[in-house]
T-cell receptor, first 116, second 114 residues
Framework: EPEVTQTPSHQVTQMGQEVILRCVPISNHLYFYWYRQILGQKVEFLVSFYNNEISEKSEIFDDQFSVERPDGSNFTLKIRSTKLEDSAMYFC??????????????FGPGTRLTVL | QKEVEQNSGPLSVPEGAIASLNCTYSDRVSQSFFWYRQYSGKSPELIMSIYSNGDKEDGRFTAQLNKASQYVSLLIRDSQPSDSATYLCAVHPSLSNQGGKLIFGQGTELSVKP
């Protein structure tokens, strides 16, 4: 069964450093998302991406964040200058869209980001 | 502020019993509703979606939606210890069923005792 994959599973970085989190969405899906979950808190939406552009972003997704689909399979989240409060699990998700009319979002295993 | 509310639990049920999980949401235009299961340290796993008022059954799981009351629930029949997890209610607050963010509740922790 196709699934969303994410790398790395755990990233440790120093405050102020740039990190890139990588995702491979399910191959025939059209919509891609990033969410984050701070330990013990709710899953929070960051950004959605469709047709090679951002379709929606939250107030969390400020100028320090960017997303890119550099090729036909990868979807990346970049944090330019990490802060301590960026420490969280980051989940990539994808949904079919298109003629299916479905919005079920399937999540990858996550990347645990630790900012020291 | 669009909100999704769940009782945080923990909800403890004996093995073989029915577990009932509830969720309310604030945005009346919401059209799509989802239940995810999240084991500790893992990612959310989709277990049910529901789009229309009424009940939707899938195996031991039944989702119930009442848009007039802005209420969605999940019943788990014949609960097993492996069902012990946090159950997340998620709502798509949009008239469109295409794309768009999900708003998650804080989750209900379910514990099924052997």
């Amino acid at each position: 069964e196709p699934e969303v994959t994410q790398t790395p599973s755990h990233q440790v970085t120093q405050m102020g450093q740039e990190v890139i989190l990588r995702c491979v969405p399910i191959s025939n899906h059209l919509y891609f998302y990033w969410y984050r979950q701070i330990l013990g808190q709710k899953v929070e939406f960051l950004v959605s991406f469709y047709n090679n552009e951002i379709s929606e972003k939250s107030e969390i997704f400020d100028d320090q964040f960017s997303v890119e689909r550099p090729d036909g399979s990868n979807f990346t989240l970049k944090i330019r200058s990490t802060k301590l409060e960026d420490s969280a699990m980051y989940f990539c998700a994808s949904s079919p869209g298109g003629a299916s009319g479905r919005n079920e979002q399937f999540f990858g295993p996550g990347t645990r980001l630790t900012v020291l | 502020q669009k909100e999704v509310e769940q009782n945080s639990g923990p909800l403890s049920v004996p093995e073989g019993a029915i577990a009932s999980l509830n969720c309310t949401y604030s945005d009346r235009v919401s059209q799509s509703f989802f239940w995810y299961r999240q084991y500790s340290g893992k990612s959310p796993e989709l277990i049910m979606s529901i789009y229309s008022n009424g009940d939707k059954e899938d195996g031991r799981f039944t989702a119930q939606l009442n848009k007039a009351s802005q209420y969605v629930s999940l019943l788990i029949r014949d609960s097993q210890p492996s069902d012990s997890a946090t159950y997340l209610c998620a709502v798509h607050p949009s008239l469109s069923n295409q794309g768009g963010k999900l708003i998650f509740g804080q989750g209900t922790e379910l514990s099924v005792k052997p």
